[in-house]
C-alpha cells in the first residue's frame, strides 16, 4: 500500500495574550490550514515577547508565516505565496451601494407581506425609497464630519454654504421617515425635490462636464465608491419619489 506523503509544514508566530488575540493571526492560521499545512502555531503571550521576535527577525509586524525555514512574511504576504488576490483598500467598490439598496428591497418587501400578506405592492415600492434614505443618512450619520469633508469636494450648494454639508444626512433621514410613515408630506416632499435634485446637478457637473473621478460621500466619509452614475441614479431616484409622492399627494 502506498504510504500518503505529509502535508507540507508551516510555522507560525501570532500574537494570542489575556486582552488581545491578533485577528490576523487567526486568519492565517485558518489560511494555512485551508491551503493543507500542518502548522506550527506558536503564541506570543506578552507584548515584550512580540517585541523581542520583531527584533530578532527584523520585522515590524505580527503574524508572521515560516514555510520549510523560509519567512514569507503576514497575511497578505501569505496570500500573495499562495497565489491569492489581496485585498486593495484603496481600491473603488460598489459593494456598500449593494448592501444598502439590497437591505431596503429586504425591509421593503418583509414590512409589505406583514402588512398585506405579500410583498409586491406599491407600498413596497414606497417603502424601499423611504428605506433606502434612511440607511444612507445612517451611514453618513455616524461620521457627519468626514461625510461633510468629502461632499464638499463636489456639492453645488455645500461649497457655497458650508453648513448644508452637515444639515444634509439630517434632512434625507427625516424625508425618508416621513415618506415611510406617510406623515408630513408637505415637508417630506419638499426636502426629498430639494437635495435629490441638488445632488443631481452636482454629481452631473463633477462626472459628466468636469470628468473628474472622486469618491461619492453618499455611503458616508470613508467610502470607497466611486461618483459616478450611481450616485446619480440615488439622487435621480429621491427626485422620482419626491415626484411620485407629490402626485399622491395631489
Request: aromatic share 10%; with cysteine; glycine share 8%.
Amino acid at each position: 500500500m502506498e504510504r500518503q506523503a505529509a502535508p507540507p509544514t508551516a510555522t507560525l508566530h501570532r500574537m494570542v495574550m489575556d486582552k488581545h488575540v491578533c485577528p490576523w493571526g487567526i486568519r492565517a492560521l485558518h489560511l494555512l490550514r485551508r491551503s493543507g499545512f500542518a502548522v506550527e502555531d506558536r503564541w506570543l503571550t506578552t507584548r515584550e515577547a512580540t517585541e523581542v521576535f520583531k527584533a530578532e527577525h527584523g520585522v515590524k509586524t505580527t503574524p508572521q508565516v515560516f514555510i520549510d525555514g523560509q519567512r514569507i512574511g503576514g497575511h497578505d504576504d501569505l496570500r500573495r505565496h499562495l497565489g491569492l488576490a489581496v485585498r486593495d483598500p484603496h481600491a473603488t467598490s460598489y459593494v456598500p451601494v449593494i448592501a444598502v439598496f439590497a437591505t431596503a428591497a429586504g425591509l421593503a418587501l418583509a414590512a409589505s407581506t406583514a402588512a398585506f400578506g405579500t410583498p409586491l405592492t406599491v407600498r413596497a415600492g414606497e417603502w424601499f425609497g423611504a428605506f433606502a434614505m434612511m440607511i444612507l443618512a445612517m451611514l453618513k450619520l455616524q461620521d457627519v464630519d468626514s461625510f461633510a469633508t468629502m461632499f464638499l469636494g463636489y456639492d453645488l450648494l455645500a461649497k457655497r454654504w458650508l453648513p448644508y454639508a452637515w444639515l444634509y444626512p439630517f434632512l434625507e433621514w427625516t424625508a425618508g421617515a416621513l415618506m415611510a410613515a406617510h406623515w408630513l408630506d408637505v415637508v417630506s416632499i419638499p426636502i426629498a425635490l430639494f437635495i435629490g435634485t441638488v445632488g443631481a446637478v452636482s454629481v452631473f457637473r463633477a462626472v459628466y462636464v468636469q470628468k473628474r473621478d472622486i469618491k461619492c460621500a453618499c455611503v458616508g466619509g470613508s467610502s470607497r465608491v466611486p461618483l459616478g452614475f450611481v450616485s446619480l441614479s440615488e439622487n435621480l431616484g429621491m427626485v422620482a419619489m419626491a415626484a411620485w409622492m407629490l402626485g399622491k399627494y395631489l
